[in-house]
Structure formats: C-alpha cells, structure tokens
C-alpha cells in the first residue's frame, strides 16, 4: 500500500449497494443502531459484507460502541464501523436510546434516497420529509 492508506483501501472496496438516511433530531435525542449482521440480510441480501459510517453536519454529539468510552462528536466528524457494530449515537450519552426496527428498516429500505428520518421522540419516529433539525450542545 502506499502513503495514503485510506485511499488504497477503498481503490479495493467493491461498492454493490448504499442506503443513505437523513435524521432530522430533537434537541434531546439518542438512537441505538443494531449491529448490521442482524439487518445485513434485509439491506442486502447477496452482500458478502455491510458496513457502517455516520457524518455529523450540525450540531454536537456522542458515538457509544458496547465495551469503549463514548466518543464526542462535532459538525464535520465521521466514525466508520467497518465491521458494523451496533452501537449509540446521541445528545448525551446518559440518554435512553430509541430502537431501531429490524422489520421498519426492511420496509423503508427502497425508498427514495436519502430517505428522511424523524425522531419526534424516544418513542415516536416517522419517515418522510425532515423537520428542521435542532442545534445540540
């Protein structure tokens, strides 16, 4: 490999597919990610491997992997989960996570892309078009 690993490293990635959600967040906010072997089949079902990344664009928050320290997040940051880990991403990380659902993954998985998420809640999460996403401290 040469000087910029990164690089050489997805010159070798053969990308077959991407599912891409804009979150639209409450200013109080954290959703738990199950790890992608237990989606990978409902994304893609011929995938030999599925991986993970997240970009913060505005705003400031928190990436929990099970067993690490959280990770603080600012506009700007990307983590990659290249083996898809389940994990947190939130305001805080004392805050209880909503859950994603293997079934409302599978069923928003063709949808138009980006597909627009809304978290009104811990409780209530909706698709369609975003809100106005609040600035987190």
Known sequence: MGIDTLSDVLRS???RGAVFYQLSLPA???VEAPPLRDLAGLLFP?????MEYHVLTRGSGWATVAGLAPVRLQPGD???LPHGDGHVLSSDPSQQPA???PAWVAATRDAPKPIPIVFH???EITWGEPAEPAENG
């Open 13 to 15: 990635v053969r990308l």
């Open 121 to 123: 809640s811990q409780y």
């Open 78 to 80: 990307t983590i990659i």
């Open 28 to 30: 109080d906010w954290a």
């Open 46 to 50: 011929d995938a030999e491997h599925v």
């Open 99 to 101: 859950r994603i659902d």
